[in-house]
């Protein structure tokens, strides 16, 4: 460490990845303080056993362990204005939004790192599994965590360069096992605590029952992409592309399970196939992205070659990008991808490093492949 000590603030979730980052840096040298943010108003009401109060006395346990200084910041507002409304109206359009994005993007790096940054504080960090890494021309670069199984590089792909410069990430170059195992060394009190599943806000209410509160079910018919009507649905905003369980419509005598792959948001109908590889209606490798931003500088001229993440948790895969407007792009993939979603991010890579993202843009019939 240099003479002058940067101080940084490091968000806590309450979960063991955020605390062991608080540690990593104690033990790096630098002067850190740590913030649980308060984003969910409603947790009694529409959540029912929400984790947020544990999660709060959770962060400030370790804080008190590891003997830093804790805060809350009430953000609430800023939240519901600029995450749930956005999700609630993406279903509402017939999209899907995926809310930890843009959770990334407008919260952690957007109000939390504004606050970070006028509270005197030189950056923020968080327990992400990805790299914030120096060029060879001295730019900052963002990088899939060492950790494959963990790697949340997809997650902060829409976040801009002026953000990613104020980032930290003490876990990129850590494993899962390692994490716990530095917990429980230090015996932090989450050391033995379960990962959270799904978003943040949710707790375990699954996201058609948490979007009932705020948009009315308008039942509709289920038909066949050739206009069979096979049966009725509560609400188009309760089901996603490539959803099979749930639907409410038997399989055939063949044991062919139906699939969605389609929304028709004018009628009111939700469209169902069965599962095949060869329905074009499911299937595709042409796209258009919109919304369209870059972490790094890439030179883009015609068709180019680059890797991409159709979805978290997918593989990179090879694509051609070809920009059809100032933030829009026509992606082709070399192998057909089921049921990718308007609304959702397709990450983009250059070998490990993340160089952009955009948006599926909506297609005819609630769909984003542009060849079906």
Same mark, same amino acid.
């Given at each position: 460490?240099?003479?002058?000590?940067?101080?940084?603030?490091?968000?806590?979730?309450?979960?063991?990845?955020?605390?062991?980052?608080?540690?990593?840096?104690?033990?790096?040298?630098?002067?850190?303080?740590?913030?649980?943010?308060?984003?969910?108003?409603?947790?009694?009401?529409?959540?029912?056993?929400?984790?947020?109060?544990?999660?709060?006395?959770?962060?400030?346990?370790?804080?008190?362990?590891?003997?830093?200084?804790?805060?809350?910041?009430?953000?609430?507002?800023?939240?519901?204005?600029?995450?749930?409304?956005?999700?609630?109206?993406?279903?509402?359009?017939?999209?899907?939004?995926?809310?930890?994005?843009?959770?990334?993007?407008?919260?952690?790096?957007?109000?939390?790192?504004?606050?970070?940054?006028?509270?005197?504080?030189?950056?923020?960090?968080?327990?992400?599994?990805?790299?914030?890494?120096?060029?060879?021309?001295?730019?900052?670069?963002?990088?899939?965590?060492?950790?494959?199984?963990?790697?949340?590089?997809?997650?902060?792909?829409?976040?801009?360069?002026?953000?990613?410069?104020?980032?930290?990430?003490?876990?990129?170059?850590?494993?899962?096992?390692?994490?716990?195992?530095?917990?429980?060394?230090?015996?932090?009190?989450?050391?033995?605590?379960?990962?959270?599943?799904?978003?943040?806000?949710?707790?375990?209410?699954?996201?058609?029952?948490?979007?009932?509160?705020?948009?009315?079910?308008?039942?509709?018919?289920?038909?066949?992409?050739?206009?069979?009507?096979?049966?009725?649905? !509560?609400? $188009?905003?309760? +089901?996603?592309?490539? &959803?099979?369980? *749930?639907? #409410?419509?038997? =399989?055939?005598?063949?044991?062919?399970?139906?699939?969605?792959?389609?929304?028709?948001?004018?009628?009111?109908?939700?469209?169902?196939?069965?599962?095949?590889?060869?329905?074009?209606?499911?299937?595709?490798?042409?796209?258009?992205?919109?919304?369209?931003?870059?972490?790094?500088?890439?030179?883009?001229?015609?068709?180019?070659?680059?890797?991409?993440?159709?979805?978290?948790?997918?593989?990179?895969?090879?694509?051609?990008?070809?920009?059809?407007?100032?933030?829009?792009?026509?992606?082709?993939?070399?192998?057909?991808?089921?049921?990718?979603?308007?609304? !959702?991010? $397709?990450?983009? +890579?250059?070998?490990? &490093?993340?160089? *952009?993202? #955009?948006?599926? =843009?909506?297609?005819?019939?609630?769909?984003?492949?542009?060849?079906?």
């Amino acid at each position: 460490m240099s003479s002058t000590v940067k101080k940084i603030l490091v968000a806590l979730s309450g979960g063991v990845d955020s605390a062991v980052s608080s540690l990593v840096l104690l033990e790096q040298g630098y002067e850190i303080e740590t913030v649980y943010v308060k984003t969910w108003e409603y947790e009694d009401d529409l959540l029912g056993d929400c984790p947020g109060a544990r999660d709060l006395k959770d962060a400030e346990a370790v804080s008190k362990k590891i003997g830093v200084p804790f805060r809350v910041l009430n953000l609430m507002n800023f939240y519901q204005e600029n995450v749930v409304d956005p999700m609630v109206q993406g279903y509402a359009n017939g999209v899907t939004p995926n809310p930890d994005v843009l959770c990334n993007r407008e919260m952690k790096f957007g109000a939390l790192l504004d606050y970070a940054l006028s509270e005197g504080f030189s950056s923020l960090a968080t327990g992400h599994y990805c790299r914030r890494m120096l060029g060879p021309s001295g730019e900052i670069e963002l990088w899939e965590g060492k950790d494959k199984n963990k790697d949340q590089s997809y997650f902060l792909s829409r976040i801009s360069p002026e953000q990613l410069k104020h980032a930290k990430f003490p876990l990129g170059d850590m494993d899962k096992p390692s994490v716990r195992d530095l917990a429980q060394r230090h015996n932090l009190p989450v050391a033995a605590k379960k990962d959270s599943q799904g978003i943040c806000f949710l707790g375990k209410v699954k996201v058609p029952d948490f979007l009932s509160n705020f948009i009315e079910d308008k039942p509709g018919e289920i038909v066949t992409v050739n206009g069979k009507i096979v049966g009725q649905h !509560q609400g $188009l905003h309760r +089901y996603t592309l490539g &959803q099979r369980r *749930g639907i #409410g419509v038997p =399989s055939n005598a063949d044991h062919e399970n139906y699939v969605v792959t389609g929304k028709d948001q004018g009628a009111n109908r939700l469209i169902v196939a069965f599962e095949n590889r060869d329905e074009p209606t499911l299937w595709g490798t042409e796209f258009e992205v919109s919304n369209l931003s870059f972490l790094a500088k890439v030179e883009i001229s015609g068709p180019t070659k680059l890797l991409a993440k159709a979805r978290y948790r997918d593989p990179s895969t090879p694509i051609l990008l070809e920009l059809t407007g100032v933030d829009r792009a026509m992606i082709r993939f070399e192998e057909p991808q089921r049921a990718l979603t308007p609304g !959702q991010v $397709l990450a983009l +890579y250059q070998g490990e &490093q993340v160089i *952009g993202a #955009g948006i599926y =843009s909506l297609q005819a019939e609630g769909r984003a492949s542009l060849s079906a």
